[in-house]
């Protein structure tokens, strides 16, 4: 059974900072990994997505590393600012079930001025 | 373009009581997914619809049934609500193949009494 977990599950930065959420998968057979951000009673927007033939994905300020052997995600988020207040989520798709995507708990980030 | 919608966005019932949640998904997308986020918890994959047809489904009871339209819209029904079903539920939708980024609306927030 996959399991996703999130470390930190809340972490509090002044803006500026240079900072890297984590995320961790037991099983590495994986189609794709996700990772979304979530504003305090919304829906998801998604971030990036990296395929597993991947290593990184990058958008803007953000860029998204896969180490598919170890299990690893990271998401990099350079010279933060008090928008990107939100909780992050990472979500795998593993190919025995690629339906569906199994989502960490999040990392719950705070940016402050 | 349109992403993908959700209605009703906020809604209260009782305990026993049946409840239809409706999701238009992305332009151009056929699959549509919904999930269930409890508070302080990441997602929980529900089922998933391509071709009308219901594909895959998590580890949610009969009380949970869906349905996926010729237009590729969908519907969440839940018959006697319990107050475990307090929840975000959120749709999400791709296009069929298995690496498909999925794209998440704003969720539509069940409140059981």
């Known amino acids: 059974k996959q399991e996703v977990t999130q470390i930190p599950a809340a972490l509090s930065v002044p803006e500026g900072e240079n900072l890297v959420l984590n995320c961790s998968f037991t099983?590495?057979?994986?189609?794709?990994l996700q990772w979304f951000r979530q504003d305090p009673g919304k829906g998801l927007t998604s971030l990036l997505l990296?395929?597993?033939?991947?290593r990184e994905q990058t958008s803007g300020r953000l860029n998204a590393s896969l180490d598919k052997s170890s299990g690893r995600s990271t998401l990099y988020i350079a010279a933060s600012q008090p928008g990107d207040s939100a909780t992050y989520l990472c979500?795998?798709?593993?190919?025995?079930?690629?339906?569906?995507?199994?989502f960490g708990t999040g990392t719950r980030l705070q940016v402050t001025l | 373009d349109a992403g993908v919608t959700q209605s009703p966005t906020h809604l209260i019932k009782t305990r026993g009581q049946q409840v239809t949640l409706r999701c238009s998904p992305k332009?151009?997308?056929?699959?549509v997914s919904w999930y269930q986020q409890a508070l302080g918890q990441g997602p929980q994959f529900i089922f998933q619809?391509?071709?009308?047809?219901?594909?895959q489904r998590g580890n949610f009871p009969d009380r949970f049934s869906g349905h996926q339209f010729p237009n590729y819209s969908s519907e969440l029904n839940v018959n006697a609500l319990l107050l475990g079903d307090s929840a975000l539920y959120l749709c999400?939708?791709?296009?069929?193949?298995?690496?498909?980024?999925?794209?998440f609306g704003e969720g539509s927030r069940l409140t059981v009494l």
């Open positions: 999400a939708s791709s296009l069929g193949g298995l690496t498909g980024e999925l794209f």
């Open positions: 099983d590495s057979a994986i189609y794709n």
């Open positions: 990296i395929q597993s033939s991947q």
């Open positions: 979500a795998v798709k593993h190919t025995g079930t690629a339906s569906k995507l199994t």
């Open positions: 332009s151009g997308h056929d699959t």
């Open positions: 619809y391509y071709e009308e047809e219901e594909r």
